[in-house]
């Protein structure tokens, strides 16, 4: 199993960007589809990103789709996340996800600890 820890996440203004970054154990991360969730108290955690292995596709959810961008540097056992034009809405803790099967299976994947990314208006 892959170890994730995430990074980067702090309280930040309306507009302002984050960036968050997910290091990966392990020399086999590039076989890993990577993914972002988020959750916030009382919800269901929600899909935010995800990225292929080599990085060459890239999937959203509609609320974050023209601000997220999410990347991946396989020499470096790293997933990104860039976040920008952020909203209150968007406040919350934000988890690292991996799959050695599909994007689709990731929520039975590998998790993080989750790192707290808070808004304020």
């Known amino acids: 199993q892959v170890q994730l820890v995430e990074s980067g996440g702090g309280l930040v203004q309306a507009g302002d960007s984050l960036r968050l970054s997910c290091a990966a154990s392990?020399?086999?991360?590039?076989?890993?589809?990577m993914g972002w969730f988020r959750q916030t108290p009382g919800k269901e955690r929600e899909f935010v990103a995800a990225?292929?292995?080599?990085?060459?596709?890239?999937y959203y959810a509609d609320s974050v789709k023209g601000r997220f961008t999410i990347s991946r540097d396989n020499a470096k056992n790293t997933v990104y996340l860039q976040m920008n034009s952020l909203k209150p809405e968007d406040t919350a803790v934000y988890y690292c996800?991996?799959?050695?099967?599909?994007?689709?299976?990731?929520?039975?994947?590998?998790w993080g600890q989750g790192t707290q990314v808070t808004v304020s208006s």
């Open positions: 990225i292929s292995k080599s990085g060459g596709s890239t």
């Open positions: 996800a991996a799959t050695l099967g599909p994007i689709s299976t990731m929520t039975s994947g590998s």
């Open positions: 392990g020399r086999t991360f590039s076989s890993y589809n």
